[in-house]
C-alpha cells in the first residue's frame, strides 16, 4: 500500500483531489491567472527566492519519507572519485584497481544487508560514475538495493544504471545531500578522491571529531594514496589537531578488512 492509497485519518478533501479538480476548471482569464493557481502545483511560485526555506525543507524530506517508507534503518557510504572508471580513462590507471575494490565491498556488505531484507547496511553512494557506479554495481551484483544521491551539476550527469530506481535521489543543495549521506550511516568508507571526495571527508570527520556525530568506522582506502595527499602528522604536530584524532579513521586496503571493521565494530568512545 502506497502512501496515496492509504486510508486518511480526517475527513477533508485531499491535495490531489483538489489539484484534479484545478484541471477540470473552465478556461477563463481568472483561471488562466498566475495568482489562481494552487500554491503547492504553481511551479513559478515554489521557484521564487522567497521560498528557498521551504524548498530546503522539502529537499530534506522526500528522501526521509522514501527511505522511512522503504524500512532502511542504516546505511554504509561509499565515496570516491567519479573519474576512476573500469575502463582506466579520467583518472591515473593506477587508481582503477580502487573500482574492483569499491565493487567488491558494496557486493559484500550487501550480502550481509540482505540478511535484515534489506533494511541495515544498504550501500548508498552519490549516484554517479567512477567509485559511486562501483558502489552501486557491487550491491546490484549481490542482488540487493543501493542509494543513489544526485546532485545537479552545470554539466549534465545522470545517475549511473546500478543504483534502485526508486532510490535514487536528486538534490539541488548540497548541504541538504550531505545530510543525507550521514543521517543513517553506520560506517563511511572513502576511496581516493578529489575535491568533492575531501570535502565530503574532512566534513563528516570533523562532524565526529567534534561529537556531532555519532562516531562509526571511518575507513581510509589506500594508505599510500593518503598519506601522500594529505600529512595526518603534521597537522597534530602542529597543533591543529588532537593527537587522538588520528585514531577517528582506519586505512585499509582490501574490502573483507573494511567489512570485518564494520560488523566487528566497538565503539571506543563507549
Known amino acids: 500500500m502506497t502512501p496515496k492509497d492509504e486510508p486518511r485519518s480526517h475527513p477533508f478533501r485531499d491535495s490531489t483531489q483538489d489539484a484534479a479538480a484545478q484541471d477540470r476548471l473552465p478556461d477563463t482569464a481568472q483561471t488562466r491567472a498566475p495568482a489562481y493557481r494552487l500554491a503547492f502545483t504553481d511551479t513559478d511560485f515554489m521557484m521564487r527566492e522567497e521560498l528557498r526555506p521551504v524548498r530546503l525543507q522539502l529537499e530534506l524530506l522526500k528522501p526521509q519519507l522514501v ?18 572508471r573500469p575502463d582506466g580513462t579520467g583518472a591515473d590507471p593506477a587508481l582503477m584497481h580502487w573500482y574492483d575494490e569499491a565493487r567488491r565491498l558494496a557486493h559484500l556488505i550487501t550480502q550481509e544487508s540482505l540478511k535484515s531484507y534489506g533494511r541495515e547496511l544498504v550501500v548508498v553512494t552519490g549516484g554517479g560514475p567512477g567509485i559511486m557506479e562501483a558502489g552501486n554495481r557491487g550491491a546490484s551484483d549481490a542482488g540487493g538495493q543501493s542509494i543513489g544521491l544526485n546532485i545537479v551539476l552545470p554539466h549534465e550527469q545522470a545517475p549511473n544504471p546500478y543504483v534502485t ?43 565526529i571529531q567534534t561529537g556531532r556525530m555519532k562516531r562509526v568506522p571511518f575507513i581510509l582506502f589506500g594508505q599510500e594514496f593518503w598519506d601522500k595527499v594529505i600529512d595526518w602528522k603534521a597537522l597534530a604536530d602542529a597543533g591543529l589537531i588532537s593527537p587522538g584524532d588520528l585514531d577517528l579513521f582506519r586505512y585499509v586496503d582490501k574490502a573483507e578488512d573494511a567489512l570485518e571493521m564494520i560488523l566487528n565494530w566497538d565503539d571506543p568512545s563507549d
Open 67 to 84: 527511505l522511512d517508507e522503504r524500512g532502511v534503518k542504516s546505511t554504509v557510504v561509499l565515496m570516491g572519485s567519479a573519474r576512476i
Open 165 to 207: 530506481p526508486d532510490l535514487c535521489f536528486n538534490f539541488h543543495y548540497f548541504a541538504i545531500r550531505k545530510m543525507h549521506f550521514l543521517m543513517r550511516a553506520r560506517a563511511i568508507c572513502i576511496f581516493p578522491g578529489g575535491f568533492g571526495t575531501l570535502d565530503e571527508m574532512f566534513e563528516s570527520l570533523t562532524l
